[in-house]
T-cell receptor, first 113, second 117 residues
C-alpha cells in the first residue's frame, strides 16, 4: 500500500525567510510525486511534480522539491517566502488501482510580516 | 491549461433533502473523474472514481446509495448527496483526467462547500 506522511501540520515563518515543508512517502512501486497548493476555500493547484528524470523539480514561483529515493522523501523548499505563499500545501503520490492521488494531511504555511 | 469547474461553489440545504453537484471539464474531454471529500483541517479523501459510460467505483466505507455519481458524458460528472444529514457537510472537490491511464495528469475543480442544516 502507498501512503504519504507530512510531518508538520503547521509551519509559521517570517517573510523572506527560507522554508522547508517535509514529505515522506511509502511505496513498493515506481513513484510519481506531487505538491499541490490550496488557498482558502479554493480547490487544489498543482505546484510541481516528479515523474522521472532529474530529481530536483522547480515551480514557476520559486518553490523546488527534491526526490530522494533512499530517504523516501520529497521535501518542498523555498529560499525566501512571501506573504502570498500563505496557504495549505499537500504532498501526494499517484497510486491506487485507478491511478488516483493519495494525499498527505497537509501543511499549513503561514507567512508573517 | 486544462480547466475544471464545479457548480455550485457553495450550497446550504435542509436535512433530508438531496443536493446535486456538477463537475465539468471545460476545455478537454475527461475520460476519468474523481470525487474527493475534505473535512475541515484535514486532507482529501477519495470517495469514488468514475469512467465515462461506466458505473463509478467507490472507495471502502463510502455509501454508493447515498453518494450517487453519474459520468454520462466526457465533460460532465455529477455527485448527488441523497437524504443529506449534517454530518455530510463538507468540502467536495472533483478532479478530471483526460485518459484512463494513470500517466495522465489530474486537474482539480475549485470545490463545493456543502452545509446541511
Amino acid at each position: 500500500a502507498q501512503s504519504v506522511t507530512q510531518l508538520d501540520s503547521q509551519v509559521p515563518v517570517f517573510e523572506e525567510a527560507p522554508v522547508e515543508l517535509r514529505c515522506n512517502y511509502s511505496s513498493s512501486v515506481s513513484v510519481y510525486l506531487f505538491w499541490y497548493v490550496q488557498y482558502p476555500n479554493q480547490g487544489l493547484q498543482l505546484l510541481l511534480k516528479y515523474l522521472s528524470g532529474s530529481t530536483l523539480v522547480e515551480s514557476i514561483n520559486g518553490f523546488e522539491a527534491e526526490f530522494n529515493k533512499s530517504q523516501t522523501s520529497f521535501h518542498l523548499r523555498k529560499p525566501s517566502v512571501h506573504i502570498s505563499d500563505t496557504a495549505e500545501y499537500f504532498c501526494a503520490i499517484r497510486g491506487g488501482s485507478q491511478g488516483n492521488l493519495i494525499f498527505g494531511k497537509g501543511t499549513k504555511l503561514s507567512v508573517k510580516p | 491549461g486544462a480547466v475544471v469547474s464545479q457548480h455550485p461553489s457553495w450550497v446550504i440545504c435542509k436535512s433530508g433533502t438531496s443536493v446535486k453537484i456538477e463537475c465539468r471539464s471545460l476545455d478537454f474531454q475527461a475520460t476519468t473523474m474523481f470525487w474527493y471529500r475534505q473535512f475541515p483541517k484535514q486532507s482529501l479523501m477519495l470517495m469514488a472514481t468514475s469512467n465515462e459510460g461506466s458505473k463509478a467505483t467507490y472507495e471502502q466505507g463510502v455509501e454508493k446509495d447515498k453518494f450517487l455519481i453519474n459520468h454520462a458524458s466526457l465533460t460532465l460528472s455529477t455527485l448527488t448527496v441523497t437524504s443529506a444529514h449534517p454530518e455530510d457537510s463538507s468540502f467536495y472537490i472533483c478532479s478530471a483526467r483526460q485518459g484512463l491511464a494513470a500517466s495522465y495528469e489530474q486537474y482539480f475543480g475549485p470545490g463545493t462547500r456543502l452545509t446541511v442544516t
